[in-house]
């Protein structure tokens, strides 16, 4: 059974980092694609940021762009989303998803199939 857990959200001050992991099992790595997205208070699910299968393709929304990178190590089955200089508006549940496709990915949260519970990033001002 496919199974993807997130972890290494926490309280970051404005400006700060933070290193979130979704380390998954249960599911051949290589044929997933996997996207990062996050749930404000009271707004939608939006985006964050995707990688191919192989890592060799990533996207990122407008709003993280030149702020957040993400990574994966087949290896290890884990997905790294390193975000620095963050601000209060990236407050939010972070949630990391894994599609079956390869080649590439999508920012688009109904290609994901399988969901993990999600670690909350809380920036202070």
Not at 4 to 12: D, F, I, P
Request: charged residues 20%; glycine residues 12%.
């Amino acid at each position: 059974q496919l199974h993807l857990v997130e972890s290494g959200g926490g309280l970051v001050q404005r400006g700060g980092s933070l290193r979130l992991s979704c380390v998954g099992s249960g599911f051949t790595r290589e044929h997933y694609a996997i996207g990062w997205f996050r749930r404000a208070p009271g707004k939608e699910r939006e985006a964050v940021a995707c990688i191919s299968n192989t890592g060799v393709s990533t996207r990122y929304v407008d709003p993280v762009k030149g702020r957040v990178t993400i990574s994966r190590d087949n290896a290890k089955n884990t997905v790294t989303l390193q975000m620095n200089s963050l601000k209060p508006e990236d407050t939010a549940l972070y949630y990391c998803a894994a599609d079956p496709v390869v080649g590439g990915c999508f920012l688009d949260a109904d290609e994901y199939r399988y969901w993990g519970q999600g670690t909350q990033v809380t920036v202070s001002s």
